[in-house]
């Protein structure tokens, strides 16, 4: 059940990520195509930020292959753009200049005031399209967490990455600022078409947001270790969504709710441990090489 | 009913500007009242007593250093040790503060500099610089270069140390953010971690100005031709006790100056340094 390499943006097979004797992520095999919105979700410690930060080539894989456009993971590089939870934006730059800093960042140190009025035009632009104009000489520590968090997407926006990693970018935000921002990102997504790779502990938010969502999880009995022995996490479900209504209003419809517990029940209940053979991969995407006898 | 809210005991006191102005005058003139006092009674018993000097003598020692040029010399004493003094200071402090601080920095962020100097730098902090003295002086000889050769050791490992501390705390997502914004690895050290820290090297010096004094008065006390320190151990032979006040006084009010005008030069550079860390 081998999938071509050349056909996706992310190519991971039997991708096996381990600090020490402790697996965090065993045997994960995904194809992501360009211009997905791929939300993860999963139990907290399943290693869901990991997997981001081996896209990212913020951490190495340990076994395994993992392709970006046919080619290996090298060091973060601007083609990757990064949203944290925190500490994204430079504390000691204004707004404006956290958001030129990709365009300057780039550009060798004596190019910095040659280049530094297109850089201020361009950034102006961005930070008009996350409608914080108006504060584009406050410092960072000056805005609210959804400002931060905005100004952070146009940080990363302004390098045109193929793909936008997002660590629970909203994760600290409240409920309303929250909605907001998951609009945004989808306009964002739509208007500029890269794949994002979206972290979140959310369930509504994953489904809401993606296109398609994989479910990681460390509650599954693995088909040669016993029970007792401790093993890493895998993918253990993979759907594709809806396309992506522009309206918060789906989350009250009774599929969209049947979907989450579906999914809280496939991957996030310690007491309900699915067969490696039976995950729910229904993706067209999906693949798995190699499963144990029944 | 109103709660009462206590001026000046408990944890919850608020005490209102007036009486935090008075609070803070308050030790001052409790030690002068009681220094003039004492001053006062042994005066009564001697009136040549030079232990502690009344107010009177003390403004006739400031009078005969820092106004009237002193009659072998012709210079004004106080002027001429301070200039000799401040030239070693800033000298020795400004070359410890860029060797430390880019030590430090590059400890703090490549782990093969780390390996090559941490341990290293650890074994010389723990030198007593002052025990090292002798060797300057052999090596450097007694004129200007031991001298600051000491500041120079003495402070250099404690800001190198201080910096890298700092330096480690800047979380990897900042670097990594930096790489995924086009910065090459010169960039990221120089260009993004570098000015972040640029305002924590200044609250260093404030911190191992304190240590520079002790070396720059320990250095001038054992062989000098002038400087404060110099000064302060020649008339100690004659106990002239109110000379000696004089330049305690004048030396604490140059390191008291130095300390605010360094505070104000960090809010004023760096507006976001102190604000954004109460988060």
Redesign the interface.
Known sequence: MHKSPDEYLLYCEDVTKAYGSKVVLEDIDLAVKHKEFCTVVGPSGCGKSTLLRLI?G?ERISSGTMLIDGAALH????D???V?Q???L???LTILENIM??KQ??QP?WKKFSTRKTARDEAMVYLESVQLAEHAAK????LSGGMQQRVAIA??LI?H?RVLLMDEPFGALDPGTRETMQLLILEIWEKYGMTIFFVTHDLEEAVFLGTRILVISQFYIHETKPPEESHGSRIVADYKLNDNAYSTRVKQTAAFGELIQTIRYEGFNPEVKQNAHDFNLTHSDSFVTYVGEK | MKMRISLFKGLHAEPPPWLRVALAVLPFILFLAIYLFAAEIRHQENPQDKLLPTLTKIALAVEKVAIDPDPRSGNILLWQDTAASLKRLVLGVSIASIIGFFLGLNMGLLPGIRGLSLTFLTFIANIPPLAILPILFITFGVDQLGKVMLIILGTFPLIARDIYLETSKIPTNVVVKALTLGASQFGVIYRVVMPQILPRLIDTVRLVLGAAWLFLIASEAIASQDGLGYRIFLVRRYLSMDIIIVYVLWITMLAYAFDIFLRLLVSWLFPWYSAGKKD
Do not use: N
Request: no cysteine; glycine share 6%.
């Open positions: 990212l913020q060091q973060p590089s601007p990757r753009g990064i944290y925190k500490y994204s430079f504390p000691h800093a990709g960042l780039s140190l410092y960072p520590h000056q940080q990363a390098m990455p």
